[in-house]
């Protein structure tokens, strides 16, 4: 038995990266009794023990606990954990300063989603040769997170973020066309990124199709490239609890004039208030309701 990391899903099939080389792995029957019906027993990323047979074949035996998971709710009702990579250590959202104009709200959607998955997240503004970067990347850089001002096209802030990614599990997500594969083929010759060998296609029902491709960096580390993230809805966090995952909210925690506010629109509101007083970013707040609104709607039974 040795130990591995998946690196590839096809179907049934895992291709696992272990000390005796890449072995393509099918499911044992005792771990394809014990999945349940919608989920996959291991997703990219995971580590798992597996049984070396001939020919570099061989079978999961067991998935390894994950030390942390970038998850989006799926299925039409969306009570379902998809979970798009485990094991990263690092969330990079990538959005470019124009063509395509940032999309905040889906930047702080990304935040919460790694702060949540328990991956340090950082943020990149591509594209700055066409355009500064929007004048909040300095807000994001004041409530803690790591912002790279990137150009494919005059290399700015490259070595800055090679180095960052160097020696970790780093999720890319974004948007399409703010150029998280010209990043990639960028760093690439430095890096020697494995492109298109290590991909995984996950389809999901008839209309959404997404890409996991994961390259292995030299010596150590691996970057995993996740596009289409506007179709994500946000798992494994309570209405609650969503406030938590806003460091500049969590400050004032216990400060407004009910308990269990929301911060929705209840009256003595600390973080409406600060948002008012031009403490907070008000469109932070904005984008907080909206997300919220989202929890609310699809965990009522919980929530009433
Ligand atoms: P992806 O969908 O996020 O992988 O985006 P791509 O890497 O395919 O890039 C989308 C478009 O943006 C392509 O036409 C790229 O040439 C262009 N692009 C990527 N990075 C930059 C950049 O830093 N500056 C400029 N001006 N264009 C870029
Ligand atoms: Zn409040």
Same mark, same amino acid.
Request: proline share 6%; aromatic share 6%; hydrophobic share 40%.
């Given at each position: 038995?040795?130990?591995?990391?998946?690196?590839?899903?096809?179907?049934?099939?895992?291709?696992?990266?272990?000390?005796?080389?890449?072995?393509? *792995?099918?499911?044992?029957?005792?771990?394809?009794?014990?999945?349940?019906?919608?989920?996959?027993?291991?997703?990219?990323?995971?580590?798992?023990?597996?049984?070396?047979?001939?020919?570099?074949? /061989?079978?999961?035996?067991?998935?390894?606990?994950?030390?942390?998971? @970038? *998850?989006?709710? $799926?299925?039409?009702?969306?009570?379902? =954990?998809?979970?798009?990579?485990? &094991?990263?250590?690092?969330?990079?959202?990538?959005?470019?300063?124009?063509?395509? #104009?940032?999309?905040?709200?889906?930047?702080?959607?990304?935040?919460?989603?790694?702060?949540?998955? $328990?991956? !340090?997240?950082?943020?990149?503004?591509?594209?700055?040769?066409?355009?500064?970067?929007?004048? =909040?990347? !300095?807000?994001?850089?004041?409530?803690?997170?790591?912002?790279? =001002?990137?150009?494919?096209?005059?290399?700015?802030?490259?070595?800055?973020?090679?180095?960052?990614?160097?020696?970790?599990?780093?999720?890319?997500?974004?948007?399409?066309?703010?150029?998280?594969?010209?990043?990639?083929?960028?760093? +690439?010759? #430095?890096?020697?990124?494995?492109?298109?060998?290590?991909?995984?296609?996950?389809?999901?029902?008839? +209309?959404?199709?997404?890409?996991?491709?994961?390259?292995?960096?030299?010596? &150590?580390?691996?970057?995993?490239?996740?596009?289409?993230?506007?179709?994500?809805?946000?798992?494994?966090? !309570?209405?609650? &609890? @969503?406030?938590?995952?806003?460091?500049?909210?969590? $400050?004032?925690?216990?400060? *407004?004039?009910?308990?269990? *506010?929301? +911060? #929705?629109?209840?009256?003595?509101?600390?973080?409406?208030?600060?948002? =008012?007083? /031009? %403490?907070?970013?008000?469109?932070?707040?904005? /984008?907080? %309701?909206?997300?919220?609104?989202?929890?609310?709607?699809?965990?009522?039974?919980?929530? %009433?």
């Amino acid at each position: 038995m040795v130990t591995g990391r998946v690196v590839r899903i096809a179907g049934n099939r895992y291709q696992v990266e272990t000390p005796a080389g890449l072995l393509e *792995c099918a499911l044992t029957n005792t771990i394809r009794r014990a999945r349940s019906r919608a989920n996959k027993p291991a997703a990219v990323g995971d580590d798992v023990e597996v049984e070396p047979g001939t020919g570099g074949e /061989g079978s999961l035996l067991r998935t390894l606990p994950r030390r942390t998971k @970038l *998850c989006r709710a $799926k299925g039409s009702d969306g009570q379902t =954990e998809g979970v798009l990579v485990a &094991n990263a250590d690092r969330l990079l959202a990538v959005f470019a300063a124009k063509a395509p #104009d940032p999309d905040l709200r889906l930047l702080d959607r990304a935040l919460v989603m790694g702060d949540a998955g $328990k991956m !340090e997240a950082a943020i990149a503004f591509n594209k700055v040769d066409l355009a500064a970067p929007p004048p =909040e990347a !300095e807000m994001y850089r004041g409530l803690g997170y790591r912002v790279f =001002e990137t150009s494919t096209v005059t290399r700015q802030h490259l070595d800055a973020l090679r180095e960052w990614l160097a020696g970790s599990t780093t999720v890319l997500m974004g948007p399409s066309g703010v150029g998280k594969s010209s990043l990639l083929n960028a760093l +690439h010759p #430095d890096w020697n990124l494995r492109t298109g060998e290590l991909s995984l296609r996950i389809q999901e029902g008839k +209309h959404t199709t997404t890409w996991v491709e994961m390259f292995s960096l030299p010596g &150590n580390g691996w970057v995993v490239d996740t596009p289409g993230i506007e179709t994500f809805g946000l798992w494994g966090i !309570e209405p609650e &609890n @969503l406030a938590s995952y806003y460091p500049e909210f969590r $400050k004032l925690e216990g400060t *407004c004039r009910f308990r269990d *506010c929301r +911060h #929705d629109a209840e009256p003595g509101c600390a973080i409406a208030g600060a948002a =008012e007083a /031009g %403490r907070i970013h008000a469109g932070r707040l904005a /984008g907080y %309701r909206v997300m919220l609104r989202d929890l609310l709607d699809g965990q009522k039974p919980a929530w %009433r």
